[in-house]
């Protein structure tokens, strides 16, 4: 196996996983339970956040290529999938590896939706008074996200720890 290759996979895939982890637990524990207050000026604090702060388009990039890090190094360390080979370790870098997938799942059809229009919502209302139809709809999607954002957090902390456990497992 060439070391080369494999250090930059383990560098790709501890700093964009940190990335996301700290990012995932920020947003699901702190961001958005302080700003989603179902109000107007809470979702356009939050959309400056994620559209003009970047971090919605820094964010996927650093999930993707955790997750694609993450596959290449499992094929490596586990090329037999039969029974025999399962160790503890392999089952701890799988479990690990499935609430990451979980968590970018949730994030995907979820959160990604959910913020944008949110977004869209916020925009649209701008600096005037919402109808109490639009201010229903915010609330709403704001308690769903909310939801949703700490589903991740406690996905991708799970997904943390498992990583953390397998290398030593036995
Ligand atoms: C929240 C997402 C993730 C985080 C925070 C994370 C974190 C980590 C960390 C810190 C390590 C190093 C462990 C050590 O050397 O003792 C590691 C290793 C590993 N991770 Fe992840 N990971 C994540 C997602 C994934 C995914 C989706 C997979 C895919 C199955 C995966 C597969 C692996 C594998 C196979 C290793 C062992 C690499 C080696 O041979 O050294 N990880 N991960």
């Not at 650093?62 to 029974?83: C, E, H, K, N």
């Amino acid at each position: 196996m060439d070391v080369n290759l494999l250090q930059v996979l383990r560098l790709v895939h501890i700093v964009c996983g940190a990335f996301w982890l700290g990012c995932a637990v920020t947003l699901g524990f702190f961001v958005t339970p302080a700003l989603l207050t179902g109000d107007v000026g809470s979702a356009q604090r939050l959309e400056h956040i994620m559209m003009r702060g970047k971090l919605g388009a820094i964010l996927p990039v650093t999930v993707i290529l955790a997750i694609a890090s993450g596959l290449w190094l499992y094929r490596i360390d586990f090329p037999q999938m039969q029974i025999e080979f399962f160790t503890r370790r392999a089952l701890d870098y799988t479990l690990g590896g499935f609430l990451a997938i979980i968590a970018f799942i949730v994030g995907i059809s979820i959160n990604l939706p959910t913020g944008s229009k949110i977004a869209v919502l916020a925009n649209a209302i701008g600096p005037a008074s919402p109808t109490a139809e639009q201010g229903a709809e915010l609330a709403r999607l704001s308690r769903k996200l909310l939801i949703s954002s700490r589903a991740v957090a406690i996905l991708t902390l799970g997904a943390g720890a498992f990583m953390a456990l397998a290398r030593f497992a036995r």
